[in-house]
């Protein structure tokens, strides 16, 4: 019976579908709720219809209704269910797209890339989904016009505001607190005119905006947990905390029907800091005291600042130009400080000392671009071609560290700082692609791209080329082909695999060459009865001078840079997808799998791992299921699921142990890199959403409560791994045993919102 749940699900969408079309046949009345939509006007990315592969296009109104990690809706988090795309570990944003490590995405907002795109340590991301207009995953068949990453591109889009009304929302989750607002900007002239208009829909707005901010309050909760503990407890005071906000903002004017100008805006930061402090006097027998005071702090803070400037304008019906500017930073600063002190008071005399002790470690990333991007649209051909140069700015890593100790007869003062040169990347290409569709069954898209690539005197030349093809079988069936061939200029070290303080951004050196991929794929594309997806694809990806640290390096230390830390490797992956999708009707989601095989070979004189034999990628994983169902079964409640399975992840463990005689005691022996897999993965997320609709339905004319009152209010119940399963975060070995650390149990979540 297991083995053919989706075949039965399958019917049940199509048997829903018929007995839709045989009621309106025979002139049965079915009522809807109309919920109103934006209607772009652009067929499914990965239909049977479109020439482009390995491309998904996120539902937005479904990733609404998903089950989502303390009731934050996370778009990485939906992604990570797709098939191809596999998640670092329980809870984390981190992507694995096809064998290729988190770095190797490219994610873009608004078209300018982020760096870094986690909260909390990788459990939550930056994108805040009240701000979302679309989102695409690419995995291969890369468009021409992207470039620099060698597994994904990830394209979100903001939206811009409705012209013609304002909307607004807040909402109270488990997490955080969210606010936005979009609408039109009116002119006091057109404020005249809509007030006097019977329609005031026909009034637009030559600008919008869109508005949004998001934060948490775990310091809020934390503080005076962390007050009354520190005063009880360790006999002084304690402050700590942590938190995170984002900040999205978009406006967008437009002149004419042929030229618009907009900019977006992005800022969001985490922060963890503690701060304690005691102050004690000790009083002898003798009648002398001592008084002792101390103060310790530690504050870490990560983010990214984006700026972007784009004009768009129309020089025909079939000719559109597009020219962007942007900024972006990303950095973190971690900083400890201890400041001890003591006086001792004798015979009225008294002695003082003083320990003074900081460290402070940060990390800086900028980026500073200049684009423009044309596309001519004729009958048969769709050409897209452009260029651009972008400067980049890497500080990978400067410290500071301080020491100085007084009122002892050997008192000292150390102070250093430590720091990897400051190194420019100037970075340019040109670009062009077309599809070519000479007839309705054959469907060609060809581009090529340029670029150079220069630092400390190096220059790396890439011509990358792609292609793909779509043959139409049948109405509702094609088959599909791609190659491609990527570069990436820039690298993340990292110890661990979530987002820490020691992620590490690098760019290639003129000893570090670019790392280089091709990919090729094909795939079967049908479109069942109009309203279900299906999707099969087998891919094959060969990838050169990969970045790993050597066996014992790690992120920290004084002596060396992190170029003699890192050695250049292979690496190869191969799998087969399978996508299952129904986005229209009362039942809507996807189920995704995947099976696939990501491998490594370091071999390199002076770079050797693991004896220079193939390995296991950590991130390996033989088997990926996931299950998104929804379910609408009134207007004003539905409920969701999400199941999720897989083989667990590889790690380095000493399953064996010798006794050494030259040493005289036991020691770990480690057969290979990433020797041991984990126990397999899987959990299930239920989710509940109650509606409660505006009293005006649709009908300005009905509105007479306020827009409070007639806003819609939605309340949501989820639970995170409902059947409160141990999942493996991290494998260790304690004596003779090997214990497994998991990290989230049962996690029930509650929110609220309204929106008008």
């Given at each position: 019976?297991?083995?053919w ?5 399958l019917?049940s ?5 018929q007995v ?15 919920r109103?939509v ?11 219809e479109?020439?482009q592969m390995?491309a ?8 609404q ?5 303390g009731?934050?809706?996370d778009?990485i988090?939906?992604?990570q ?7 670092a570990?329980?809870g ?5 797209v ?9 994610i ?7 760096y ?6 990788g ?7 009240d701000?979302?207009q ?7 068949n ?6 620099s ?6 394209d979100?889009e903001?939206?811009?505001g ?5 909307h ?12 936005y607002a ?7 002239r ?9 329609d ?8 919008t905006?869109?508005l949004?901010a ?11 947990l962390m007050?009354?503990v520190?005063a009880?407890?360790?006999?002084g005071?304690?402050i700590?905390?942590?938190y995170f906000?984002?900040?999205?903002a ?8 042929n030229?618009q ?12 800091y503690?701060r ?22 530690l504050?870490?803070?990560s ?28 950095g973190?600063n ?6 001890a ?38 009958d ?6 452009g ?7 890497f500080?990978?890593q400067i410290g ?15 102070d250093t700082?430590?720091t990897?040169?400051?190194r420019?990347?100037?970075?340019a290409?040109?670009?062009?692609e077309d ?5 309705r ?6 581009g090529?791209?340029a670029?150079l ?22 109405k509702?069936?094609?088959?599909k082909a791609?190659?491609s ?6 690298h993340?070290l990292?110890?661990?695999?979530i987002?820490s ?7 290639v ?7 280089r991929?091709m990919?090729v794929a ?23 001078n ?27 992956s191969?799998?087969?997808?399978l996508?299952?999708q129904r986005?229209h009707?009362?039942v809507?989601g996807?189920i995704?799998?995947?099976w696939?095989?990501?491998?490594r ?7 050797i ?9 950590k ?6 299921l996931?299950?998104?169902?929804q379910y609408?079964?009134t207007?004003?409640?539905?409920v969701?699921g999400?199941?999720v399975y ?18 005289g ?9 990433n020797?041991?897999?984990m126990p ?6 239920l989710?509940?959403?109650?509606y409660?609709?505006?009293?005006k339905?649709?009908?300005?004319a009905?509105?007479?409560g306020g827009?409070l ?5 939605r ?14 975060y ?5 004596g ?5 650390i998991s ?9 609220y919102?309204?929106?008008?």
């Amino acid at each position: 019976m297991r083995k053919w749940w989706p075949v039965i699900l399958l019917l049940s969408m199509s048997l829903q579908a018929q007995v839709m079309r045989d009621s309106l046949a025979s002139g049965d009345t079915i009522n809807f709720r109309i919920r109103e939509v934006e209607v772009l006007g652009r067929q499914s990315i990965s239909g049977p219809e479109s020439s482009q592969m390995s491309a998904v296009e996120v539902p937005m109104l479904q990733l609404q209704t998903i089950p989502a990690l303390g009731g934050e809706i996370d778009i990485i988090k939906a992604i990570q269910l797709l098939p191809g795309v596999q998640s670092a570990s329980d809870g984390s944003t981190g992507v694995y797209v096809r064998g290729g490590g988190p770095d190797e995405n490219l994610i873009l907002l608004d078209g300018v890339p982020l760096y870094n795109v986690s909260h909390a340590m990788g459990m939550f991301s930056v994108f805040n989904a009240d701000m979302l207009q679309s989102v695409t995953l690419y995995k291969g068949n890369f468009p021409a016009r992207y470039g620099s990453r060698l597994s994904s591109v990830i394209d979100v889009e903001q939206i811009a505001g409705d012209n013609t009304r304002w909307h607004g929302g807040v909402s109270i989750g488990s997490i955080a607190a969210k606010i936005y607002a979009q609408g039109p900007i009116f002119s006091a002239r057109q404020l005249r005119e809509r007030k006097q208009s019977q329609d005031k829909d026909t009034i637009k707005a030559s600008t919008t905006f869109a508005l949004a901010a998001r934060r948490t309050y775990y310091d809020a909760l934390l503080a005076p947990l962390m007050a009354m503990v520190s005063a009880r407890e360790m006999n002084g005071s304690a402050i700590g905390g942590y938190y995170f906000y984002d900040v999205n903002a978009k406006l967008r004017h437009t002149f004419s029907n042929n030229d618009q100008l907009s900019a977006s805006f992005y800022m969001g930061d985490d922060v963890i800091y503690v701060r304690y402090q005691t102050d004690e006097t000790t009083k002898m027998d003798d009648g002398s005291q001592t008084r002792q005071q101390t103060k310790v702090g530690l504050r870490w803070t990560s983010g990214n600042i984006m700026a972007k400037v784009q004009y768009e304008h129309r020089l025909r019906d079939d000719l559109t130009m597009q020219a962007h500017l942007h900024f972006l930073r990303f950095g973190y600063n971690l900083s400890e400080s201890l400041d001890a002190s003591a006086t001792e008071t004798r015979d009225n005399k008294s002695n003082d000392y003083s320990l003074t002790q900081t460290l402070s470690y940060q990390s800086r990333l900028m980026d500073a671009a200049a684009h423009t991007d044309w596309l001519y649209d004729a009958d048969r051909h769709s050409v897209h071609f452009g260029a651009g140069y972008e400067l980049h700015t890497f500080r990978p890593q400067i410290g500071n560290f301080m020491i100085a100790e007084m009122g002892t007869p050997d008192a000292t003062r150390f102070d250093t700082t430590y720091t990897d040169a400051t190194r420019f990347g100037h970075e340019a290409y040109i670009y062009a692609e077309d599809t070519y569709k000479p007839v309705r069954w054959f469907t060609l898209n060809y581009g090529l791209r340029a670029a150079l690539y220069a630092i400390e005197g190096k220059v790396y030349p890439s011509i990358e080329p792609r292609v793909g093809m779509r043959f139409l079988l049948h109405k509702d069936v094609a088959l599909k082909a791609s190659y491609s061939y990527m570069s990436q200029y820039v690298h993340m070290l990292s110890n661990t695999s979530i987002s820490s303080p020691t992620d590490l951004w690098v760019p290639v050196t003129k000893d570090i060459p670019p790392m280089r991929s091709m990919q090729v794929a094909a795939g079967l594309s049908y479109d069942i009865l109009g309203h279900v997806e299906l999707s099969v694809e087998g891919y094959y990806k060969r990838s050169t001078n990969l970045l790993e640290f050597k066996e014992g390096a790690s992120f920290f230390g004084l002596s060396t840079g992190w170029e003699e830390k890192v050695a250049l490797g292979e690496g190869w992956s191969y799998g087969v997808e399978l996508l299952l999708q129904r986005k229209h009707g009362p039942v809507t989601g996807w189920i995704g799998y995947t099976w696939s095989r990501t491998m490594r070979q370091f071999d390199r004189e002076g770079m050797i791992i693991n004896n220079g034999k193939p390995y296991h990628a950590k991130y390996d994983r033989e088997h990926d299921l996931s299950i998104t169902l929804q379910y609408r079964i009134t207007p004003k409640f539905e409920v969701a699921g999400t199941f999720v399975y897989g083989t667990g992840n590889r790690a380095t463990l000493p399953l064996q142990r010798y006794y050494d005689s030259y040493e005289g005691r036991w020691m770990d022996y480690i057969s290979e890199r990433n020797n041991f897999v984990m126990p397999d993965y899987h959990r299930l997320d239920l989710a509940m959403n109650w509606y409660l609709p505006s009293r005006k339905s649709g009908d300005p004319a009905k509105s007479k409560g306020g827009w409070l009152r007639d806003a819609e209010h939605r309340i949501s119940l989820a639970v995170y791994n409902v059947y409160c399963h141990k999942n493996p975060y991290m494998m260790i070995v304690v004596g003779n045993e090997l214990k497994q650390i998991s990290l989230f149990p049962i996690l029930p979540s509650l929110s609220y919102s309204f929106k008008f």
